[in-house]
């Protein structure tokens, strides 16, 4: 993924000639544009989506185990044993 200011650089070198002389200011105005409307997103570092997958992956497994001990109950009992 580019980085903010790759981002903003890029968008200040697509910048016609003519205001070649803005270009810096603009370029920190795309910049602070940029991370604004990102913190505005309510994103999650990659870390934490990490551990939040892993865990939901772990409680899937654990759901899966428990209804196929439910399912072998279920059958033991109406198998009359």
Same mark, same amino acid.
């Given at each position: 993924?580019r980085s903010?200011?790759?981002?903003?650089?890029?968008?200040?070198?697509?910048?016609?000639?003519?205001?070649?002389?803005?270009? !810096?200011?603009?370029?920190?105005?795309?910049?602070?544009?940029?991370?604004?409307?990102?913190?505005?997103? !309510?994103?999650?570092?990659?870390?934490?989506?990490?551990?939040?997958?892993?865990?939901?992956?772990?409680?899937?497994?654990?759901?899966?185990?428990?209804?196929?001990?439910?399912?072998?109950?279920?059958?033991?009992?109406?198998?009359?044993?």
């Amino acid at each position: 993924m580019r980085s903010i200011e790759d981002i903003a650089a890029r968008l200040a070198q697509a910048l016609p000639p003519q205001v070649a002389p803005l270009r !810096d200011e603009l370029h920190a105005n795309f910049r602070t544009i940029l991370q604004g409307q990102l913190a505005r997103l !309510d994103l999650v570092p990659r870390e934490e989506f990490e551990a939040a997958r892993e865990m939901l992956a772990h409680t899937r497994r654990k759901l899966d185990a428990l209804e196929a001990q439910v399912a072998a109950l279920e059958a033991e009992r109406d198998s009359g044993g």
